[in-house]
């Protein structure tokens, strides 16, 4: 585990620590608090390798470093509450605290338990083979509350089983049955639980954040709010161009449903035209309609006309012969 400063440090090496610490904090973007505890030294040393490229952890005393932010001329800086954490220490980066808290949290390994931990999620034991023989394993996967059996000389997991809820303590016992099992529960990785930046100070809640699920919602936003200004007719740089040639289509289709002889459109109006007589011609059953009956209906009907002509005529003539009699 990571080990305190030791306690003997003279009053130059402690003005010192507190002048290196009031520098960092003044010249870096973002001051963080780290809580080490329980971090492996090893461990540590590994990830301060891995991260040196965009942070920089340094750690001390905690009477030192609240001494350095309560000293430091950064306003608000003294808003980080180093009570946040079981053993503080610094990081510093020029990173903004979003991006720097994703950056330790892909840092972070698993590790197995020992005992005594505090199970950071539900830790599930999955159905299938153990690969572990018959025996007092048996009886402990039982105790444990899964549903277990022996076959083929090896204790098979029948059904998936949660034997750990998040948050609830890790004995030694249960510590010795995951590592059977091959189960890592644990995370090792640094511990970001404040963050200062812009003036303001970001809770480990502000910064873990789903950055792709939040991604998406603002790509789903943005397209949203283009579609509402091109359909509301708000023109600006980004909705000009498509509401010209949204109307621009819409008065083409309006020319073409219309049959108006626009050279724009006249293809497709006659093209349109075309489409409807033939839709038009199939409608109709031409077959059915006896083409010699309707010419003989039109010559009778011809014939009567003709007929209703010379009666007409016939009766003006005898009018005008009465007439001259008397």
Do not use: C, W
């Amino acid at each position: 585990m990571v080990q305190p400063t030791p306690k003997q440090m003279s009053r130059e090496e402690k003005e010192a620590k507190v002048e290196e610490f009031q520098e960092n904090i003044e010249n870096f973007d973002v001051v963080g608090v780290l809580d080490m505890h329980s971090l492996p030294a090893r461990q540590l040393q590994d990830i301060k390798k891995e991260m040196k490229e965009f942070a920089t952890v340094r750690m001390s005393r905690k009477t030192l470093m609240d001494l350095a932010l309560e000293n430091s001329d950064r306003d608000g800086v003294d808003q980080l509450d180093l009570n946040e954490a079981v053993q503080p220490a610094f990081i510093f980066s020029e990173k903004d605290p979003f991006q720097l808290f994703s950056l330790i949290k892909k840092n972070k390994t698993s590790a197995a338990a020992q005992g005594g931990e505090i199970a950071p999620t539900d830790i599930e034991v999955d159905e299938g083979d153990t690969g572990i023989g018959p025996g007092p394993m048996l009886g402990k996967l039982q105790q444990a509350g899964l549903q277990v059996q022996v076959d083929d000389g090896s204790i098979h997991v029948t059904k998936s089983g949660v034997i750990i809820e998040q948050g609830e303590e890790i004995t030694r016992e249960d510590a010795d049955l995951l590592n059977q099992l091959g189960i890592e529960p644990l995370e090792i990785g640094l511990d970001l639980k404040l963050a200062f930046a812009q003036d303001q100070v970001f809770t480990r809640e502000d910064l873990d954040i789903d950055t792709e699920a939040y991604r998406k919602d603002v790509e789903a936003a943005a397209i949203r709010s283009f579609n509402l200004a091109v359909n509301a007719g708000v023109i600006n740089d980004r909705t000009a161009s498509t509401i010209v040639s949204k109307a621009v289509q819409n008065a083409k289709n309006l020319a073409i449903s219309e049959g108006l002889p626009v050279k724009e459109t006249i293809k497709e109006a006659l093209a349109l035209a075309a489409s409807s007589s033939r839709g038009l011609e199939s409608q109709l059953d031409l077959e059915d309609v006896d083409l010699d009956e309707a010419e003989d209906d039109e010559s009778e009907a011809e014939e009567s006309e003709e007929e209703s002509d010379d009666s007409e005529d016939e009766s003006e003539d005898e009018s005008e012969e009465e007439a001259d009699e008397e």
